[in-house]
């Protein structure tokens, strides 16, 4: 009897797994299944028997659970849960929406703090990352797990950068109105990218060497953005119309909005975006690679376009730092169509039309990028390279090297020779390359160029 | 017998409406009173008796509750409602069409006007 126990759990299990099939459903057929048995046990079958043909006459689970969908269509539409509902106990179900709130509002005052204490535009910008990201890492660290060892890794590594933002003697521009110096710039750009990447150290539970757990954090990121632009289009059109409202009576919104509204506001949209981001994890279709599938064939277009003009207008007229920042533009958004598809795309599915357009799109954007860089060689080595150039032509020849390797690998998929997999692994093991590239930027460029 | 199953979901309404109007019931049971109602020539894929008492019970033919069985375990068990009697009738009043269009059909197939086709003669 016991085997008949085992086989009923297992068939439980397989049902359980249909979205459209629920619990109580389950129950429901499980009384069906057991009684079928008792009476085949009854008519002379042994437990094992019985089993069988009552599974059998239950008929095939596919075809059931398809019925089942067409009258419970809304189960396929499924819904996101802020709060567990029935199952949960009472008191633990409010936690996780506490203990974010918490760290929302940590982020607000210490971005309160940082506004109190320090002194100068230019200084409270460039912390502004040191001070609330800690706190998305710290919920990360909560949420995941995180061991401490990890956790306190990750910490004394962006102290590095953050001691240097504050410590290095950077020097301010020549010119009528004090400015920050190049390399002040570029430290303070490279640095929330740095931060960025530490933080999903923390948001792999510490399983940073994991490949899947890195393309997690990489989704992760995608559809943080999204929710972020639509939350924060929400809280304009509410900020709005409440001071529309207000200034009916000539109440000004502004020193509040200024003093309390965004120091709060803007740290918290971003742990409520993270938060939503991970409570509808697998209830919606993500957002970012559905964007990817629309733009994709769109920006091919928009390269091959920029391609033939540049081939048949050249020589470029304007060569500097511009046209290499905006290459690196170019880069960027091809990289991140590619990272979006390939976060989305079932590794085991036969190479399609898409993925030769994926081909294509990266295949285009390394020719425009060859086009524009040749151009400019001479140029750079005849002006000699300031850190904005280096900075500019570093980040091209890491998006290259990433971009060109996958372009190598994806048309070994597209021909038939290698497995997804391998495009979807370099993705994740480039990361960290990244990461190293903002370090030098942050840490090394500001010494060689001498703080300018 | 094998009853074509285009056949099977067509009566299966009717069916499971009727034996409920002979009184409360459960998934099981009524799987079983089909059976012994057509001598165990309808063979009922089990599982799509399920989805249909849901169908049913959204569209208030019927009524559900949870019990317990003789065993212990929670059954759900379904009672007609009078909406559910009411589509019973009007289902009734649709077979008996259905069923004596059918008759004539066979009494008069039973004497075939033409004689079925000259066998296929071959071809040189």
Redesign the interface.
């Known amino acids: 009897m016991g085997g008949v126990e085992d086989q009923i759990d297992q068939w439980r299990g397989f049902v359980r797994r249909r979205g459209a099939i629920s619990g109580a459903d389950v129950e429901e057929m499980e009384d069906h299944l057991r009684e079928q048995i008792a009476d085949l046990e009854a008519g002379g079958l042994d437990g094992e028997e019985a089993f069988l043909v009552a599974v059998r006459r239950m008929g095939n689970l596919d075809e059931v659970s398809r019925e089942f969908a067409r009258e419970h269509s809304d189960r396929l539409w499924k819904q996101l849960v802020l709060v567990p509902e029935a199952d949960a106990a009472g008191p633990g179900r409010w936690r996780e929406p506490g203990v974010l709130l918490a760290f929302a509002l940590g982020a607000g005052v210490a971005v309160k703090l940082l506004f109190a204490a320090v002194d100068g535009e230019f200084e409270q910008i460039r912390n502004l990352p040191f001070v609330v990201l800690p706190f998305l890492a710290g919920w990360f660290a909560w949420k995941r797990r995180t061991p401490w060892g990890v956790c306190a890794a990750a910490a004394a590594l962006a102290a590095v950068p953050f001691l240097a933002v504050n410590l290095y003697p950077f020097q301010e521009a020549p010119g009528p109105f004090p400015s920050p110096g190049m390399t002040a710039v570029l430290a303070f750009t490279h640095a929330p990218v740095l931060l960025w990447l530490l933080a999903g150290v923390l948001h792999t539970g510490g399983h940073w060497r994991s490949h899947d757990r890195r393309m997690d954090f990489v989704r992760f990121t995608g559809e943080l953005a999204m929710y972020l632009v639509l939350l924060q289009l929400g809280a304009l059109v509410l900020l709005g119309l409440t001071a529309g409202v207000l200034s009916l009576v000539g109440v000004d919104l502004e020193p509040v909005l200024e003093d309390w509204l965004l120091p709060f506001g803007l740290p918290g949209a971003l742990l409520v975006a993270a938060w939503l981001v991970e409570a509808k994890k697998s209830v919606v279709e993500n957002i970012a690679p559905v964007l990817t599938r629309v733009f994709t064939p769109l920006a091919l277009v928009m390269l091959v376009a920029d391609l033939v003009v540049l081939l048949v207008n050249g020589p470029l007229t304007a060569v500097d730092r511009d046209l290499l920042i905006l290459m690196d533009a170019v880069l960027v958004l091809v990289l991140f169509l590619l990272l979006y598809s390939v976060s989305a795309r079932d590794p085991l599915a036969p190479p399609g039309v898409f993925d030769r357009i994926q081909l294509a799109l990266v295949g285009a954007a390394l020719a425009v990028d060859t086009v524009a860089l040749t151009a400019m060689l001479g140029r750079i080595a005849e002006f000699g390279f300031t850190a904005n150039k280096t900075a500019a032509l570093g980040l091209n020849l890491v998006l290259l090297v990433h971009l060109a390797w996958s372009a190598r690998l994806l048309a070994g998929f597209v021909r038939g020779g290698r497995p997804f997999a391998a495009v979807e692994r370099w993705q994740t093991a480039y990361l960290p390359v990244y990461a190293l590239w903002a370090a030098v930027v942050v840490l090394v460029f500001p010494p060689v160029f001498g703080f300018a | 017998m094998h009853i074509d199953k285009d056949l099977v979901a067509a009566s299966a309404t009717p069916l499971v409406l009727g034996i409920l109007a002979e009184g409360e019931s ?3 049971a009524i ?2 009173r089909v059976n012994e109602l057509s001598g165990g020539r309808m ?1 009922w ?4 008796l ?3 008492l ?2 049913l019970e ?1 569209n208030g033919h019927v009524r559900a509750s949870w019990g317990t ?1 003789e ?1 212990g ?4 068990h379904y009672a007609i409602t009078e909406s559910g009697l009411q589509a019973l009738a009007d289902r009734r009043a649709q077979w008996s069409v259905v069923a004596d269009a059918l008759r004539q059909v066979w009494e008069t197939a039973a004497h075939p006007p033409f004689p079925g086709p000259a066998p296929a003669g071959g071809i040189a």
Request: hydrophobic share 20%.
């Open positions: 459960y998934g099981y799987v079983k063979q894929t089990d599982g799509m399920y989805p249909l849901h169908r959204r069985s065993a375990r929670r059954r759900k």
